[in-house]
């Protein structure tokens, strides 16, 4: 039986969290039913997950749909896309099998590649042979302002964009794929072919088919911050978002003090891809304004231990001090703070 490899690479950066990787998941769920529901799909298509935070990882190797298993998808720190494209490259090596004289090989892998950023690692060789890859057809779906659709065009011809990295953007990516993935196996099981025809993309303003004349946003470098956060109480982790919110002028330095991120969510995570060593928050902290509460107990601010790492904290007021315990190297110590909200007490 030749096999309909479908690929899907999913971007599990930070800023993924919440609404948008949700509804990843979701479009994952629904997916799976739609194409289970299909009686070619369901012989033929064989799908695989491969996420890209921290790294990248083969979350599910090419399996067949009756045995599939949506997989929890991990957050982390980068978008590591150049190590996906490679994994990508290193499973269709081993999981598809190739033409040959003799034996007709499995149909053309089909990948679908999801981004609602810019790749942190070295990206461009991976990209340039995708592009001239002719074994397999790659579609690549940028979401949110952030994304940039260059290196999106520098992997593939074929781009989609949605505005926001939300529920309706993803759900009708989902549902075009289930779509053209239904289709594709019931040609392909007709004619024989190797190569799949695509359903065409159902665009409207959210969501549409990047050409030349659709032109990069400006992308705002930064434009949120994430801190790492254990919870002083239970120990338990959860990342706090900021946005960026006043006007750049000039350097964080030389700022003085003046907020430019305020709070825009405290989100709990049971599992999280810590970054390595070079990893972390990129902005001085000195810049990060009033957060939201701790999502577990309800702490009003954070503080950063001497250990480098960041916790919950409750208010305290000028001139005082409190004894805190840090959730990830268990040291007590008196942090002094004129401005609970701000980092660097401890110590
Ligand atoms: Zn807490
Ligand atoms: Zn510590």
Redesign the pocket.
Request: overall charge neutral; charged content about 15%; proline content about 7%.
């Given at each position: 039986m030749r096999k309909l490899p479908i690929y899907i690479l999913l971007d599990t950066s930070e800023s993924m969290v919440g609404e948008p990787i949700q509804a990843v998941e979701q479009g994952l769920v629904t997916l799976l039913s739609a194409l289970r529901k299909d009686p070619y799909a369901l012989e033929m298509a064989h799908l695989s997950v491969i996420t890209f935070g921290t790294a990248a990882k083969q979350a599910v190797p090419l399996t067949e749909l009756s045995q599939f298993q949506t997989p929890k998808l991990i957050l982390g720190s980068g978008t590591s896309l150049g190590a996906a494209l490679e994994l990508l490259e290193k499973r269709i090596a081993a999981e598809v099998t190739k033409s040959t004289a003799e034996v007709k090989g499995d149909y053309k892998p089909l990948v679908f590649l999801m981004t609602d950023g810019e790749p942190t690692d070295r990206w461009e060789s991976a990209a340039d042979r995708m592009m001239k890859n002719r074994s397999l057809q790659l579609v690549a779906i940028g979401c949110g302002q952030d994304t940039n659709l260059n290196t999106l065009r520098r992997i593939t011809e074929l781009v989609i964009c949605g505005t926001e990295a939300n529920q309706e953007t993803l759900t009708k990516f989902f549902k075009w794929v289930s779509a053209s993935v239904a289709t594709a196996s019931q040609s392909v099981d007709k004619t024989g072919e190797s190569r799949i025809t695509l359903e065409k993309f159902p665009q409207d303003d959210a969501i549409k088919v990047v050409d030349e004349t659709t032109s990069q946003p400006k992308i705002e470098p930064n434009r949120f911050v994430f801190l790492h956060n254990k919870c002083v109480k239970n120990k338990k982790f959860y990342l706090q978002k900021f946005a960026k919110s006043g006007s750049k002028t000039g350097g964080f330095l030389g700022l003085g003090g003046k907020e430019v991120y305020k709070g825009a969510g405290t989100f709990p995570l049971d599992d999280f891809e810590q970054p390595g060593a070079d990893g972390g928050i990129s902005v001085s902290t000195d810049v990060l304004g009033e957060g939201n509460p701790c999502p577990y107990c309800g702490n009003e601010g954070w503080a950063m231990?001497?250990?480098?790492?960041t916790?919950c904290t409750p208010a305290v007021k000028q001139g005082q001090t409190i004894t805190l315990t840090?959730?990830?190297?268990?040291?007590t110590?008196t942090y002094a703070s004129s401005n609970f909200s701000v980092g660097g007490g401890?110590g």
């Open positions: 231990c001497s250990c480098g790492k916790h840090c959730p990830w190297c268990n040291t110590d401890g």
